[in-house]
């Protein structure tokens, strides 16, 4: 469990879209009791399955735009045509519960989150390489080619901002990836300096160039 005494973090999770991150970050949920996950405000409409405040609080574009003109959001950002944002107030209030918090975000929003919390931490995922991300993202079915062609485009951009970040994960193995997440958590949450990987470093920069 977390000390009492020790200021609570935010703990932001990026990725390209196919990267892993939901399932990664379902993850950590299940593992770490000292976790919650904050849940954005987004125009895009529900995907099957997907339930209003469970996983996003789903908004028309009118709503968002109003909710920025009233400062409420932390951070907000247009991913992929649609807009996504951080309410300040559920922050707070999870914060305040004691615990630490993920924003599920991407380098956009990381770069918001950064500027008003400079002590939060920044993680960025990454495929193994561009094949296995087409593969996954063509094994979800959510999406025609031409969209995950567009995506493999944005992805490549996204990458090459991974330098913004304190560290990067190579989810190329589910279970490694989730124990390497783990680790970074608990040691921010210690304060203990982690070395930066230079072999996830190099690949991020050959990915992000192509």
Known sequence: ??????PHSLFVIAAPSGGGKTSLINGLLKRDAGLALSISHTTRRPRPGETDGQHYHFVSEPEFTQMIEDGDFLEHARVFDHLYGTNRKSIAAQLGQGRD??????WQGAHQVRAEFPGSCLIFIIPPSLESLHERL???????EAVIQRRMRDARSEISHWAEFDHLVVNDNFDAALEELLAIINDHRRQ???????????????????
């Open 138 to 144: 063509t094994r979800r079915g959510q999406d025609s």
């Open 101 to 106: 918090v993920i924003l599920d975000i991407d």
């Open 192 to 210: 203990r300096p982690r070395k930066a990987n230079k072999d996830h470093q190099y690949l991020a920069e050959r990915l992000g160039k192509r």
């Open 1 to 6: 469990m977390n000390k009492p005494d020790r």
